[in-house]
């Protein structure tokens, strides 16, 4: 009976404990945002902010091109994430329906792109856009956003289609559609989980991209938030606050997706990543 109860009591003190680790960093970045300055540089830590104040919100609203690179964030991103969608779909269902040579060593290549530490071909990326005269450009960091999460999204999605029986593409073609058809009403609706967990990858990857846009983008409204909230103590000096509230804003959009897509994305990963 002792060992029964300890065998279930472990695992869930174990979850509490991660999720107190995990959560109260979060907690305290936007608990910070929302306390007066006396309060942030007490000595006397004040857990629950009782007087909340919007001053620090309004500071780094205001702050110099602040909706200049939401909106560069935003454009990049979104632009990434639905080319990679776009293009993976169609790599994804020639991958798991269509046998032709070469294509395990196709699979094995996008595996190792996944591995790839993108850091280190930065250095190579600036002389190519350079030569290309396409410095400070959006254009860039789009295409090469979407090179980054391709790989994931491609291989994730080939899993769903693999799961998708090949019987019910074939019943529709009897019935008179064609091959895209067939996907378009067949398979494109079966792979709902895929696209969101791949969706929310590639949207946190792609929103938090900080090295890229370092070396590409010098010039300040061509920057994305990431660069922007590295300078962003600089810029304000000690003011944590304003810092916090920052960094609450940054993470707002992620928060928000990930709360509407979780249970769909969660179980999107796992299928995809054992089918196929």
């Given at each position: 009976?002792?060992?029964?109860?300890?065998?279930?009591?472990?695992?869930?003190?174990?979850?509490?404990?991660?999720?107190?680790?995990?959560?109260?960093?979060?907690?305290?970045?936007?608990?910070?945002?929302?306390?007066?300055?006396?309060?942030?540089?007490?000595?006397?830590?004040?857990?629950?902010?009782?007087?909340?104040?919007?001053?620090?919100?309004?500071?780094?609203?205001?702050?110099?091109?602040?909706?200049?690179?939401?909106?560069?964030?935003?454009?990049?991103?979104?632009?990434?994430?639905?080319?990679?969608?776009?293009?993976?779909?169609?790599?994804?269902?020639?991958?798991?329906?269509?046998?032709?040579?070469?294509?395990?060593?196709?699979?094995?290549?996008?595996?190792?792109?996944?591995?790839?530490?993108?850091?280190?071909?930065?250095?190579?990326?600036?002389?190519?856009?350079?030569?290309?005269?396409?410095?400070?450009?959006?254009i860039p960091l789009t295409l090469f956003y979407m090179v980054m999460i391709?790989?994931?999204?491609?291989?994730?999605l080939r899993g769903f289609v693999a799961a998708v029986p090949k019987e019910?593409?074939?019943?529709?073609?009897?019935?008179?559609?064609?091959?895209?058809?067939?996907?378009?009403?067949?398979?494109?609706?079966?792979?709902?989980?895929?696209?969101?967990?791949?969706?929310?990858?590639?949207?946190?990857?792609?929103?938090?991209?900080?090295?890229?846009?370092?070396?590409?983008?010098?010039?300040?409204?061509?920057?994305?938030?990431?660069?922007?909230?590295?300078?962003?103590?600089?810029?304000?000096?000690?003011?944590?606050?304003?810092?916090?509230?920052?960094?609450?804003l940054f993470a707002v959009p992620i928060l928000i997706l990930f709360v509407?897509?979780?249970?769909?994305?969660?179980?999107?990963?796992?299928?995809?990543?054992?089918?196929?």
């Open positions: 009976m002792k060992r029964t109860t300890l065998g279930r009591v472990w695992p869930n003190v174990t979850a509490v404990l991660l999720t107190i680790g995990f959560v109260f960093p979060v907690y305290w970045m936007f608990a910070t945002a929302f306390k007066p300055t006396p309060d942030i540089v007490s000595e006397d830590p004040v857990w629950i902010p009782t007087n909340i104040t919007f001053e620090h919100f309004k500071t780094a609203v205001e702050a110099e091109n602040f909706w200049t690179l939401v909106t560069n964030s935003l454009t990049v991103t979104l632009l990434a994430v639905t080319f990679s969608l776009v293009l993976a779909l169609a790599g994804s269902f020639a991958l798991a329906r269509m046998r032709f040579k070469g294509r395990r060593g196709f699979i094995i290549g996008f595996m190792v792109a996944q591995m790839a530490p993108w850091e280190v071909m930065v250095i190579a990326i600036y002389f190519i856009v350079r030569d290309a005269d396409m410095l400070n450009s959006l391709l790989p994931f999204t491609l291989l994730t019910l593409e074939e019943s529709a073609m009897v019935d008179g559609c064609t091959r895209m058809q067939a996907f378009r009403k067949v398979i494109l609706p079966l792979l709902a989980p895929g696209l969101m967990s791949t969706s929310l990858f590639g949207f946190i990857t792609a929103w938090n991209e900080f090295p890229m846009v370092l070396i590409l983008n010098k010039q300040a409204e061509t920057q994305t938030l990431p660069l922007w909230l590295s300078k962003f103590q600089t810029a304000f000096g000690d003011d944590w606050g304003a810092t916090m509230a920052a960094s609450s509407f897509l979780q249970r769909k994305a969660v179980s999107g990963l796992t299928d995809g990543a054992v089918k196929g």
